[in-house]
């Protein structure tokens, strides 16, 4: 799965990123000081409970943010800041360079155009091809995804189901050919066999075309099975972050060990405690009123620190370091 | 096609029941039918009474009356009428004409112009120009259109002395009938713009917080590509079925518009056959306008199943 040599840069990379809402009620911090980076090839997973600011990122990332998000820090991207660019550039980046994947993708289709005129028209518009040719394209790209025949291409997303919807979703993301896809939540609204099903397609086509995929979910084992890194986000702020596997293995931050004892197979006990409020966050780390192994420097703001990973990357790339906020390290 | 068959069929039912509504009202009317028939103001001897109520047929049973009304609206009779002396049919086609002359074109620019514009303003909500246009548009709204028609006369025949201040025309030649005709179908098109615009500002408005005009945009659409490609059809949709509901209240404008501009179409004819009590003219005009208005509510309801595929399947 990691195609990534030592000496590569990143392809995108994430410095500082803070977003907040201005609401009736308050400024919600939906992002704090969030940084990643995104390699050549690999497939990133997002991580988190719901409401935990993992889809305002890919959002900000794209500038598909609404007017009241005040964004603050960078992402880098062949060089530049996509998060000052102007509209005209950003829709240029869009589609063609960085691709998403909405959740609710029946809801995210036009109702009334044709699913392969909707993937059709961005070869017409990015790239000028003529009609027939575009939707011939479209059409190769849905039998990809294993969407087949003339009938097919004439339906409406009312005619398709959830999943279907999705694949035409995906379709959309890849005719381009994007160097970054960003899928928010696709396994929502899928049952479990068929999210699998529609992911391994997904992870297929992207190692394809060489693209990296910045995944955001909320199922753990999803991320554990088709992603190479793992952040774990709670609250806004990026927990932790490392190799997958190792994450699941050894977690390293108390809210990761927390959300991983949280799955069926793991004994399926809840975080004792309620969730923060997004608008008067806990001072010092955020996870400390729930946090087992409570201190008192626990009321100071923890650094993300570098820890040993076990070493099953290999030596000297970067994905072999493990970082976690949390002051025991 | 069968689906369109099945609306048309709702449609000629509809008609069928308006139209025997129109028989039965002045024969259930408190009174001589024959007068709810000929009008009030129609002097008449004993022995012309008795010679036209058995050439209507009012003495013969009520059935084969019905039947004979049928009869008579197939072959496009729809009465006498005794105060223009002739027949009603041959009145109504000679203004109908003209009105359509003032009514069409307005409602072709106004719901045009009106559903572009509309949509920019609704897309471009924040811009101050557009706030300004929507400021306008909603004054021109607000106001009742032979209200618009007096200020027009006022400033551009009366003081300007630019255009004439009354009729369709005075040689008769197209150039005269333009000019006559400038001023009536200004204000009917600001009338129909600004009705169309107001509603298609609210539903772009609505339509652009949608998901799809979202990912139209991670998609790589920009700005007006995502306005025109995507929201502007989805916002058309309410527009059609407001649009033909409107059908009649526009028309109803056209005929005050006549009636300021001293024009003799359907307005006025129905003006003077109010103040005449000609009832012929009056039920007659009455039909041929709900046959107009039950047309155009057809229209758009074959329209919109063309436009959106969700009313073609189910």
């Known amino acids: 799965m990691n195609s990534r040599r030592p000496d590569d840069a990143p392809i995108l990379q994430i410095e500082d990123l803070s977003v907040s809402f201005s609401t009736a009620t308050g400024q919600v911090k939906a992002a704090e000081n969030v ?4 390699y050549k090839g690999e497939t990133l997973a997002l991580v988190g409970e719901t409401g935990c600011g993992k889809s305002v990122v890919a959002s900000s990332i794209m500038q598909l943010l609404p007017n009241n998000a005040h964004i603050q820090g960078r992402a880098i991207y062949a060089g530049r800041d996509l998060l000052s660019l102007s509209e005209k550039e950003m829709s240029r980046i869009r589609g063609s360079e960085i691709a998403i994947v909405f959740q609710n993708p029946s809801l995210a289709l036009n109702p009334i155009m044709r699913v392969s005129e909707q993937i059709a028209e961005m070869l017409q518009v990015r790239k000028g ?3 027939a040719q575009s939707l011939e394209l479209a059409g190769e790209m849905l039998h990809r995804l294993g969407l087949q025949g003339d009938d097919k291409m004439r339906m409406y997303p009312f005619q398709f189901s959830g999943g279907m919807n999705q694949r035409v979703m995906i379709a959309a993301s890849m005719i381009l050919s994007p160097r970054i896809i960003i899928a928010d939540e696709p396994s929502k609204g899928l049952d479990g066999a068929l999210a699998a099903e529609v992911m391994a397609e997904m992870a297929r086509i992207k190692n394809q075309v060489g693209a990296s995929l910045l995944l955001i979910t909320h199922d753990l084992n999803l991320a554990r099975n088709i992603s190479d890194r793992m952040a774990v986000m709670y609250c806004g702020e990026i927990m932790e972050i490392g190799e997958s596997e190792e994450i699941f293995s050894l977690p390293r931050h108390p809210y990761t060990a927390a959300l991983l004892r ?18 008067k966050p806990p001072a010092g780390c955020k996870f400390h009123p729930r946090c087992p192994n409570i201190s008192e420097v626990c009321r100071r703001k923890p650094k993300m620190t570098r820890v040993e990973g076990r070493g099953t990357a290999p030596a000297g790339s970067e994905s072999e370091i493990r970082e976690v906020k949390c002051w025991r390290y | 096609m069968s689906l369109t068959a099945k609306r048309a069929s709702r449609y000629i039912i509809a008609l069928v029941i308006i139209f025997t509504l129109n028989f039965v009202i002045p024969r259930a009317m408190p009174g001589d039918p024959l007068t709810n028939l000929l009008g009030e103001d129609v002097i008449l001897t004993d022995s012309s009474v008795i010679e036209l109520r058995s050439e209507m047929g009012l003495d013969r049973p009520l059935f084969e009356q019905y039947l004979d009304y049928w009869h008579g609206i197939l072959h496009l009779d729809l009465g006498y009428s005794f105060h223009r002396h002739s027949p009603v049919a041959e009145i109504i086609f ?61 400033l551009f025949s009366f003081k300007l002395d630019i255009f004439p201040l009354k009729g369709f025309y005075d040689t008769g030649s197209a150039a005269d009938i333009a000019l006559h005709l400038f001023l009536p179908v200004l204000v ?68 005050f518009v006549e009636i300021v501009f001293s024009m003799n179409g359907m307005g006025n004819l129905i003006y003077d056959a109010l103040l005449s009590r000609d009832y012929p003219v009056l039920q007659g005009s009455f039909l041929i306008i709900t046959l107009m208005v039950v047309s155009a509510n057809l229209l758009a309801d074959i329209l919109y199943s063309r436009l959106d595929p969700r009313v073609r399947w189910h």
């Not at chain 2, 069409?104 to 009106?114: A, K, M, Y």
């Not at chain 2, 590509?225 to 995507?230: G, N, V, W």
Request: with cysteine.
């Open chain 1, 35 to 38: 940084c990643f980076k995104l």
């Open chain 1, 129 to 131: 091809y003529p009609a």
């Open chain 1, 262 to 279: 949280c799955l069926p197979e793991r004994g399926f006990q809840p975080i004792p405690g309620p969730s923060p409020s997004m608008i």
């Open chain 2, 94 to 154: 000679a203004r109908m004409k003209w009105t359509l002359l003032l009514a069409v074109p307005s409602l072709l620019t106004g719901g045009i112009l009106g559903t572009i514009l509309g949509a920019l303003a609704g897309w471009r909500s924040a811009n101050s120009c557009q706030k300004a246009s929507t400021a306008f548009f909603l004054a021109i709204y607000c106001t009742p259109p032979y209200f618009l028609c007096l200020l027009a006369l006022y």
């Open chain 2, 188 to 255: 009917m098109t600001l009338f129909s713009l600004s009705r169309n615009y107001m509603i298609m500002r609210g539903s772009v408005l609505q339509e652009k917080s949608s998901l799809y005009a979202a990912f139209a945009r991670a998609k790589g659409l920009y700005d007006a590509e995502i306005l025109f490609r995507h929201v502007f059809k989805n916002a058309l949709l309410p527009i059609i079925t407001l649009l033909a509901m409107d059908f009649g209240f526009i028309l109803s404008g056209a005929l």
